[in-house]
Nanobody, 128 residues
Framework: QLHVVESGGGLVQPGGSLRLSCAASGFTLDYLAIGWFRQASGKEREGVSCISSSGGSTNYADSVKGRFTISRDNAKTTVYLQMNSLKPEDTAVYYC?????????????????????WGQGTQVTVAS
């Protein structure tokens, strides 16, 4: 059974940076695309970024393009989300989720595709 656990959230001032980590256990990452999602209080969950199982392809929501960078280290079974130039509107609970693509490839699933495994989330608060 795959488990994913997020870490790295916290309180940061506007313009600051955080790096979130998504650690996987119980399964190889080689066939898994990993997505980051977030849910702000009173709002629907939205996709933030996704990376293919190979790491060769990525996707970003328009609201975070140029500020966030997703990367992965399959040897460490960890996916990272580097968040720079943070804004108050980035405040949310951030979740990572795994999508089993069945192969090592550059395929990036869409936000509405089924993500099979979800973490518990980590809170990110951007405030002065």
């Amino acid at each position: 059974q795959l488990h994913v656990v997020e870490s790295g959230g916290g309180l940061v001032q506007p313009g600051g940076s955080l790096r979130l980590s998504c650690a996987a256990s119980g399964f190889t990452l080689d066939y898994l695309a990993i997505g980051w999602f977030r849910q702000a209080s009173g709002k629907e969950r939205e996709g933030v970024s996704c990376i293919s199982s190979s790491g060769g392809s990525t996707n970003y929501a328009d609201s975070v393009k140029g500020r966030f960078t997703i990367s992965r280290d399959n040897a460490k079974t960890t996916v990272y989300l580097q968040m720079n130039s943070l804004k108050p509107e980035d405040t949310a609970v951030y979740y990572c989720a795994a999508h089993d693509t069945g192969r090592y490839s550059d395929y990036v699933p869409g936000w509405d595709d089924v993500y099979d495994y979800w973490g518990q989330g980590t809170q990110v608060t951007v405030a002065s």
